[in-house]
């Protein structure tokens, strides 16, 4: 796949690039980075809107000190001519904790057959 190449997510089917599992359900895009730590491997996603309305992107990456989501905005768009470094300055914006919303009293019922409430996880 060559850098820019524009994807088609078919629903139900994975699409895989690199150690990206993408997958489509609905308008929610599903990417998985599989062993990002792992060297040479994408550890980084950077999510962009293409819309009337302009918008700075975001870049999401897994700290796994934190054990959780980290998010970074940048605060630079321009650069001056001849400028070969052109550094966005990405600074931590958010940080959202794994497992911070993890239901275990529904987990444990739905284990046991005690719950016939479909898993808000799982993609429709």
């Known amino acids: ?5 524009r994807i088609k997510f078919e629903p139900g089917t994975f699409t ?5 599992r993408m997958n489509r359900s609905g308008d929610t895009a599903y990417i998985t980075m599989e062993y990002p730590r792992n060297e040479g491997e ?31 905005q940048a605060s630079r768009f321009c650069w001056p001519s001849g400028d070969e470094v052109c550094d966005p300055d990405w600074q931590e914006v958010a940080f959202v904790k794994a497992w911070g919303r993890e239901d ?3 987990e444990r019922r739905a284990m046991t057959g005690q719950t016939d409430t479909p898993d808000p996880m799982s993609p429709a």
């Open 104 to 106: 275990e009293e529904w």
């Open 1 to 5: 796949m060559k850098d820019g190449q």
């Open 16 to 20: 895989k690039c690199d150690n990206l």
């Open 42 to 72: 994408i550890g980084k996603l950077i999510l962009d809107i293409s819309e009337c309305r302009a918008a700075d992107g975001i870049r999401v990456s897994y700290d796994f000190k934190r054990d959780g989501w980290k998010i970074e």
